[in-house]
């Protein structure tokens, strides 16, 4: 379960919240298909964090440019 990427780890979780919410399993079915959930749930959490993290770095790198302010440096305005 660990390889899946997000986008799949999702769909299965989904597929776990309609099996649930459809009922009619014994209560052993249930457990096992909630435990798959929860197994889901957190490895969507960990991909999200993990792209949180990498967005994070991504504006840091940026408001580190020495014009700070987004724009290419003095170079734009003699383009306009």
Do not use: F
């Not at 899946?4 to 989904?14: H, T």
């Not at 298909?33 to 991504?58: F, S, V």
Request: aromatic share 2%.
């Amino acid at each position: 379960m660990e390889q899946l990427g997000y986008e799949q780890a999702r769909d299965e979780l989904i597929e776990v919240v309609r099996g649930l919410e459809a009922g009619g399993l014994s209560l052993e079915e249930s457990l096992a298909l909630w435990e798959k959930g929860e197994r889901l749930a957190r490895l969507c959490e960990r991909h999200l964090d993990g792209a949180r993290e990498r967005i994070e770095a991504a504006l840091a790198t940026v408001e580190d440019t020495p014009s700070g302010d987004g724009s290419d440096g003095p170079d734009e305005d003699r383009a306009r």
